[in-house]
């Protein structure tokens, strides 16, 4: 931020990012601006809201009021895994306890592949008889390892324990997801163009950023054009009255068909699990077969 008042233009402000999940009727993206990263940004946002909140492992989700039921994020955990793997020369890395780690985390995400098509409550049951037996060893065995707090293993093991109450959340609900990377995914294209236009000049200028992604993400989660729709609403809204708003929101069915992606075109959800190759890959087949043998998770053919 360039001109803000009583700021240097080199202090760091916040965007935030709110959106529904995968289940919502009503898709939508909001984009926050906000001066500080402070707790009660989010405090202020979510006031009111009941229900369930998937985040990253900011601390200042945690002291949010106990209506909201915050969902950790596997992803989250399994870089601090998959960051030690890497610095380990390849002929050290079978049998370590980053390989072990990272294959936990990955196993968690095979199965979240695997229940993808389920119904919520089919997901519910098969992550309890599951996903439950291989987390709850996961944190078992991180529980029992021993390392310097400020060493890439104890970071990994630190941020694992820290953060079980919320992964665990997983469990309460089926159409909670194991990661934050639907969130994740809609933040890119603020940071993609970020790299662009490197910095707003005044706060008025970052929130009508904010408004205008908000507006554009939300309408691609709805399948509309980006363009044709904001074209639309420029058309549009200075002859709308005040109760025939809804009519222009993204999932209305009175927009035109103009505004609207073809559902051949429509973007698939990206696979959870990464290509693991090598030596990682047969790591996985080995603990797979140890927790499930030849049963098949998610019970189709």
């Given at each position: 931020?360039?001109?803000?008042?009583g700021?240097?233009?080199q202090?760091?402000s916040?965007?935030w990012?709110?959106?529904t999940?995968?289940?919502?009727e009503?898709?939508?993206?909001?984009?926050?601006?906000?001066?500080t990263?402070?707790?009660?940004?989010?405090?202020a946002f979510?006031?009111?809201?009941?229900?369930?909140?998937?985040t990253?492992?900011?601390?200042?989700?945690?002291?949010l009021?106990?209506?909201?039921?915050?969902?950790?994020?596997?992803?989250?955990v399994r870089?601090?895994?998959e960051?030690?793997?890497?610095?380990?020369?390849?002929?050290?890395?079978?049998g370590?306890?980053?390989?072990r780690?990272?294959?936990?985390t990955?196993?968690?995400?095979?199965?979240e592949?695997?229940?993808?098509?389920?119904?919520?409550?089919?997901?519910?049951q098969?992550?309890?008889?599951?996903?439950?037996p291989?987390?709850?060893?996961?944190?078992s065995?991180v529980?029992?390892l021993?390392?310097?707090?400020k060493?890439l293993?104890g970071?990994?093991?630190?941020?694992?324990l820290?953060?079980?109450?919320?992964?665990e959340?997983?469990?309460?609900?089926?159409?909670?997801?194991?990661s934050n990377?639907?969130?994740?995914?809609s933040?890119?294209?603020?940071?993609?163009g970020?790299k662009?236009?490197?910095f707003?000049n005044?706060?008025?200028?970052a929130e009508?950023?904010?408004?205008?992604?908000s507006i554009?993400?939300?309408?691609?989660?709805?399948?509309l054009?980006p363009?044709?729709?904001?074209?639309?609403l420029?058309?549009?809204?200075?002859?709308?009255?005040?109760?025939?708003?809804?009519?222009?929101?993204?999932?209305?069915?009175?927009?035109?068909?103009?505004?609207?992606?073809?559902?051949?075109a429509w973007?698939?959800?990206?696979?959870?699990?990464?290509?693991?190759k090598?030596p990682l890959?047969?790591?996985l087949?080995?603990?797979?077969?140890?927790?499930?043998?030849?049963?098949?998770?998610?019970?189709?053919?």
């Amino acid at each position: 931020m360039l001109h803000e008042p009583g700021r240097a233009a080199q202090t760091k402000s916040c965007e935030w990012l709110y959106r529904t999940g995968r289940y919502s009727e009503k898709p939508i993206v909001i984009y926050e601006y906000t001066e500080t990263r402070k707790q009660e940004h989010p405090h202020a946002f979510l006031a009111g809201f009941k229900g369930y909140l998937h985040t990253d492992g900011y601390q200042g989700y945690h002291n949010l009021p106990p209506d909201i039921v915050v969902v950790g994020c596997w992803a989250h955990v399994r870089r601090y895994w998959e960051k030690l793997y890497e610095t380990i020369p390849e002929d050290k890395r079978s049998g370590s306890n980053a390989e072990r780690g990272l294959v936990y985390t990955n196993l968690v995400f095979w199965l979240e592949d695997e229940f993808r098509d389920l119904t919520p409550q089919e997901r519910y049951q098969k992550r309890l008889e599951f996903n439950k037996p291989v987390t709850d060893e996961f944190f078992s065995w991180v529980g029992s390892l021993t390392a310097l707090p400020k060493s890439l293993l104890g970071e990994a093991v630190t941020y694992s324990l820290n953060q079980r109450e919320y992964l665990e959340n997983i469990y309460l609900d089926g159409r909670l997801e194991c990661s934050n990377n639907r969130a994740e995914r809609s933040v890119k294209p603020y940071v993609q163009g970020r790299k662009q236009w490197l910095f707003s000049n005044t706060p008025n200028g970052a929130e009508s950023s904010s408004i205008i992604y908000s507006i554009i993400e939300t309408a691609k989660e709805n399948h509309l054009h980006p363009f044709h729709y904001m074209k639309y609403l420029l058309e549009k809204l200075p002859i709308t009255t005040c109760n025939k708003l809804e009519e222009l929101l993204p999932w209305s069915d009175s927009l035109p068909d103009s505004c609207r992606v073809p559902e051949r075109a429509w973007q698939p959800e990206p696979k959870l699990r990464k290509k693991d190759k090598g030596p990682l890959h047969l790591a996985l087949l080995r603990l797979r077969e140890k927790f499930f043998g030849n049963t098949n998770p998610s019970g189709t053919q």
